[in-house]
């Protein structure tokens, strides 16, 4: 277990040990040894490809010369605010619900929890943990299920506050967010950087009551990381002063920085590199092991050169280029149950796809067991079945065709599940032609969804997800998609109807 705010005061081993105990002879343990030794045979890759590690003048210079080119965009001149809610889930529950006030509170599961109030932090209850460890931890622990529409609902208040102090604010996820104030702190002279955080603050709780923690800094990454010093509902100013910022950055765990992943951080710790400081001082060894993604992302950070977001990241990331869908399948009884999920999953792809104008070209169906291993059956929609979509060692998708090398060994990064790519039923079969204009774009993928899960036993599925890739433009759909739309889930909510007294039907 990690620290969080607000558990100064916990005994991390008695926890870890607690912890251990639980999972001991689980699925979940056999999950954690299957990634340790995998992670292990990552590492013994990395450090028998240093064995070849050039020491020669030619080298070096390459090295210097390419971190030199990263400082040339060094911009310190902008500011940035990142907004953290505190304990978002929980303090939304007890806005909800004043009867939870000033008592230790979870949110999630008896399965998992994924956060707890501060109160409940006191006890070593985090984010993580199954609940039975919560309760063990905290015997008057009140755990409430998630209710993802509701943060949504308070998020979006909050973001709109977000976009009074910038139209292109990015949120990555529902109880953050990262401003850019450069431009209203110029049309707003009388101000300085802690007063428009103090204005956020209060008008996120006249608002919605709940309570934020900000970091204020001439970068995103940095403003994130300030944001974490003075929590719950304070605030953290580091200066644009250059000297301030990168002594500051050099004392940075190098876990905290964002986009390595939890692979590449062991890596980095068998290595003997602990903080940001330690980057520099193993540049050459570093630049001849890491892919060029990270590698850049790593150099920048320990040279304290910004890295500017895209305007409004999240949408474009997650609307524009990708739809993602997934549904925990645990409290499903038998396969009626799981169409009905099916269908709640392929109705937000397509409603989300028919919102945005576009057509997928690709598609993933991904399906998780209950030892946590995952598939992912990538297909293609174009017409010829051609560039079925690629996926990288956490399981992602690559976007763009890789300029690069496939990674040493297909192994997560940044994730704590076991993936694999599984060749899709689809492409076992010859090819054929699919026609893409919205309504046979949207009933491919519920053909292609439908026989992938008849494929796998009802009893092993844990999770299931499917994800839309490689959109584009709808300019060739037929004149009324949203009628097709609705004549097609109508006919499959037909035959559910009609399949649903068929004790024999076996989907």
């Known amino acids: ?21 639980f999972s001991m002879g689980t699925h979940f343990q056999a999950k954690i040894e299957r990634e340790t030794q995998q992670t292990n045979e990552y590492i013994e890759e990395i450090l028998q490809k240093l064995e070849h590690l050039p020491t020669d003048d030619v080298y070096h210079k390459v090295v210097d010369d390419y971190l030199d080119s990263l400082l040339k965009c060094k911009d310190t001149s902008r500011t940035f605010i990142h907004v953290d809610m505190d304990a ?69 208040i909050i973001r709109d ?21 450069t431009i209203y702190l110029k049309d707003h002279p009388e101000l300085t950087p ?78 003997g590199l602990q903080s940001v400081e330690d980057i520099l001082e193993s540049k050459y060894e570093l630049y001849f092991i890491l892919p060029d993604k990270h590698k850049e992302i790593l150099f920048k950070h320990a040279l304290g050169v910004p890295i500017f977001p895209t305007p409004n990241l999240f ?13 925990n399948c645990k409290e499903l009884y038998d396969e009626k149950d799981l169409k009905s999920l099916m269908l709640d999953i392929y109705n937000f792809a397509i409603n989300t796809l028919k919102q945005e104008n576009k057509i997928a070209c690709g598609m ?22 051609s560039e079925v979509p690629q996926l990288d060692i956490d399981g992602y998708v690559i976007l763009s065709p890789p300029t690069q090398s496939p990674p040493l060994s297909p192994i997560s990064s940044s994730s704590n599940i076991t993936t694999t790519t599984t060749i899709s039923p689809q492409n076992k079969k010859k090819s054929t032609k699919i026609v893409l204009n919205y309504k046979e774009n949207i009933e491919k993928i519920w053909e292609l969804f439908e026989e992938t899960v008849k494929t796998i036993k009802f009893e092993q599925i844990r999770c299931l997800g499917l994800k839309l890739v490689n959109l584009i433009d709808d300019n060739d759909s037929l004149s009324s998609p949203q009628k097709q739309n609705g004549e097609l889930e109508k006919e499959i909510q037909t035959e559910i109807h009609e399949d649903s007294d068929d004790e024999e039907y076996i989907f």
């Open 1 to 21: 277990m990690e620290f969080k705010a607000g558990m100064e005061s916990v005994d991390f081993d008695q926890i870890n040990s607690m912890l251990n105990q």
């Open 88 to 156: 978002f889930y929980a303090s939304v529950e007890e806005m909800d619900n004043h009867t939870l006030k000033g008592l230790p509170v979870a949110v999630g599961s008896m399965d998992m929890l994924v956060t707890s109030n501060y109160k409940a932090r006191e006890y070593g209850v985090r984010s993580g943990i199954p609940g039975m460890v919560g309760l063990r931890l905290c015997p008057n622990l009140e755990i409430v299920p998630i209710r993802m529409d509701r943060y949504k609902e308070v998020s979006q």
């Open 161 to 181: 506050i977000f976009f009074e102090f910038d139209p292109n604010y990015v949120s990555p996820s529902l109880d953050e967010g990262c401003l850019d104030i």
């Open 194 to 271: 802690v007063d428009v955080a103090s204005q956020l603050q209060y008008k996120i709780y006249k608002a919605t009551t709940l309570t934020s923690s900000m970091g204020i800094a001439c970068s995103p990454l940095l403003s994130k990381l300030s944001s974490e010093v003075n929590k719950p509902n304070g605030y953290f100013c580091l200066t644009n002063s250059h000297e301030e910022s990168f002594k500051y950055l050099q004392t940075i765990p190098i876990k905290k920085i964002p986009g390595i992943g939890r692979v590449r951080q062991k890596l980095l710790e068998t290595l």
């Open 315 to 327: 949408k474009v990331q997650r609307k524009k280029t990708m739809i993602s869908k997934e549904k």
């Open 364 to 385: 993933i169906v991904k399906v998780q067991d209950y030892s946590f291993k995952v598939q992912n059956f990538p297909y293609s929609l174009k017409k010829d079945n």
